[in-house]
């Protein structure tokens, strides 16, 4: 199983870029998918994420500026980002809990991560 990550970028502040990430393999399930960021010197954080069959839930500090949205036909994860700001500038890292074919197993994988970045 592969995460493949897309769409950062760099972009000025109050734009807005959509990052896609897209998950492939033996999937037999995906029970969560969702985003992290890591901005320079800071932790890796919870962006946004969405379980299965749930609703989405955001970090406090992108709420009602990111939308996560799934295609599960796809095994795809979206982020919509609007109103970018400089602090949103990190790598942004997919995530999904997936359980593989024949295995029954759910396990944690990461995409590779892409860079975003907000000049002001």
């Known amino acids: 199983v592969q995460l493949q990550a897309s769409g950062g970028g760099l972009v000025q502040a109050g734009e807005s870029l959509r990052l896609t990430c897209a998950a492939s393999?033996?999937?037999?399930?995906?029970?969560?998918m969702g985003w992290y960021r890591q901005a320079p010197g800071n932790q890796r954080e919870l962006v946004a994420q969405?379980?299965?069959?749930?609703?989405?839930n955001y970090a406090d500090s992108v709420k009602g500026r990111f939308t996560i949205s799934r295609d599960n036909a796809k095994n795809t994860v979206y982020l919509q980002m609007n109103r970018l700001n400089a602090e949103d500038t990190a790598v942004y890292y997919c995530?999904?809990?997936?359980?593989?074919?024949?295995?029954?197993?759910?396990?944690?994988?990461w995409g590779q991560g892409t860079l975003v970045t907000v000049s002001s």
């Open positions: 995530k999904a809990h997936i359980i593989e074919v024949g295995t029954y197993i759910l396990r944690t994988y």
């Open positions: 393999g033996n999937i037999l399930s995906i029970k969560v």
């Open positions: 969405i379980i299965s069959g749930g609703t989405p």
